[in-house]
């Protein structure tokens, strides 16, 4: 069984800035990507930033030069650096982990989610 918990999420005034993390346990063989995304009210989830296992990274381009992602292996963790919030970033965000289960196949497995509202 694998979990992933995260924290972070809170209130913040337009142009404010808040870090997300998820740390994943349980059993684990590797660990392939990590990312985070999120889904605001009436909408679909959406990508905001993934990390590799080598660091490398893909932003949504709504939130290139305002989030960061990076990742620390030996904890299993991942974070999300988010500056200059704007109100359109409210949303539950969600952390993902893509696992590498062996036989060449992989699975998603999914934080319960934490919520972000930027007020104006």
């Known amino acids: 069984q694998v979990q992933l918990v995260e924290s972070g999420g809170g209130l913040v005034q337009a142009g404010g800035s808040l870090r997300l993390s998820c740390a994943a346990s349980?059993?684990?063989?590797?660990?392939?990507?990590m990312g985070w995304y999120r889904q605001a009210p009436g909408k679909q989830r959406e990508l905001v930033a993934v990390?590799?296992?080598?660091?490398?990274?893909n932003f949504a381009v709504f939130v290139k030069g305002r989030f960061t992602i990076s990742r620390d292996n030996a904890k299993k963790t991942v974070y999300l650096q988010m500056n200059s919030l704007k109100p359109e970033d409210t949303a539950v965000y969600y952390c993902?982990?893509?696992?590498?289960?062996?036989?060449?196949?992989?699975?998603?497995?999914w934080g319960q989610g934490t919520q972000v509202t930027v007020s104006s």
């Open positions: 993902n982990a893509r696992l590498d289960v062996g036989l060449g196949k992989s699975k998603d497995f």
């Open positions: 990390i590799s296992s080598d660091g490398s990274t």
């Open positions: 349980g059993s684990i063989f590797s660990i392939l990507t």
